[in-house]
């Protein structure tokens, strides 16, 4: 029986998931930074936590662990220097879910501990605050060079991936996106899509790999119109990734 996800909001626009093993009832959780949002989607889908996956430091994914952990007894996965933390794993380790296996994917730059979770059986990799749909995170602690690594690591993934990140930023991230891109239909139509389900209040998250590599100009810095926008024709993809990052910051 494959494995069922449980995406549910908090904070002002955090996303956290459930994942669940409908045969042996095992339930983890990947991110805390609510308590109450846990305890509360887990009321919602009846399933009961045994395990936390952390992907990186900040508040936001982290301030609900020791409530969750002490209520719920789980055991905790995640990056060196988060308090709490069981397993510490890095980029490169697997270790077994479910009977499933979850490989660690070392993406820094947003930060330097960022893990994503990987589940190939599963075709799903939460990629925290690394890769959003149609944008990518801020450069807290790493540099352009070191996300573009990152993102690549992502982009090698089969296209059929789905993809779990942790923020509803899609509406601002199409915005840029169309701005460095504007000649893109496929991000076009994916505009359209997204507004459509803003709308309704309903989420844009998950999105799949193929759908990112044809509108997230994050992914895209060979492609010859965004260089040719950008007047950067000749430049090394992480420099005209690098170009993109600044120029997001200031969009
Ligand atoms: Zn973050
Ligand atoms: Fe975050």
């Not at 095992?26 to 992907?55: I, N, P, R, Y």
């Not at 599963?122 to 990152?150: H, I, K, N, Y």
């Not at 209040?201 to 193929?210: F, K, M, R």
């Amino acid at each position: 029986m494959p494995l069922q996800f449980h995406q549910f909001a908090y904070n002002s626009d955090n996303y956290g998931v459930l994942v669940h093993d409908p045969v042996n009832g095992k339930t983890a959780c990947v991110d805390a930074g609510d308590a109450s949002a846990v305890f509360e989607a887990l009321q919602h889908t009846g399933w009961s936590l045994s395990d936390l996956w952390v992907t990186h430091h900040h508040w936001d994914h982290t301030d609900g662990l020791a409530e969750v952990k002490s209520k719920t007894g789980c055991h905790v996965t995640g990056p060196e220097g988060v308090n709490g933390v069981d397993d510490v794993v890095k980029g490169g380790d697997t270790f077994e879910f479910a009977g499933s296996s979850v490989e660690l994917i070392h993406t820094p730059g947003h930060t330097l501990d960022m893990l994503n979770f990987y589940i190939p059986e599963a075709q799903t990799v939460f990629t925290g605050d690394t890769l959003f749909v149609m944008g990518c995170g801020r450069l807290f602690e790493g540099d352009g060079p070191m996300m573009w690594a990152s993102m690549q690591k992502l982009m090698a993934l089969p296209p059929e991936t789905v993809i779990y990140c942790a923020h509803e930023y899609t509406l601002a991230s199409a915005a840029f996106a169309v701005s460095v891109d504007p000649g893109n239909t496929a991000l076009q139509t994916q505009v359209v899509r997204v507004q459509a389900l803003r709308d309704k209040g309903l989420p844009t998250v998950p999105t799949d790999l193929a759908t990112e590599l044809a509108t997230n100009p994050f992914l895209r810095p060979n492609d010859k119109a965004i260089r040719a926008e950008l007047g950067m024709t000749d430049a090394t993809d992480a420099e005209v990734f690098t170009e993109i990052r600044r120029r997001k910051d200031q969009f």
